[in-house]
């Protein structure tokens, strides 16, 4: 499946913004996390931990259907859309 995605993360942006969009292939939401950081090496830092477990600051959404992050095993399709965001922190 190729999904679309879209960043909602200033860093991130500046690394994956292309003149086509950006667009993931996978078959789950791991998978199209995955192509993304095959792409585009400097990702993974970005959004995973050294245990490769999502960053708590960072949340994918599918298809902005939920508040909560999505599940990495969760289907994907080539209609959807995975939103990538970061939460702001700090004091």
Do not use: H, W
């Amino acid at each position: 499946m190729s999904v679309k995605v879209r960043v909602f993360y200033p860093e991130l942006q500046r690394l994956v913004t292309g003149p086509d969009g950006i667009r993931v292939d996978g078959e789950t939401v791991g998978d199209c996390l995955g192509d993304l950081v095959r792409q585009y090496p400097g990702v993974e830092k970005l959004i995973f931990d050294t245990r490769g477990e999502l960053f708590k600051k960072v949340y994918v959404y599918v298809n902005a259907e939920s508040m909560f992050k999505a599940d990495f095993a969760r289907a994907v399709s080539d209609n959807d859309e995975l939103i990538l965001a970061v939460l702001a922190t700090g004091g």
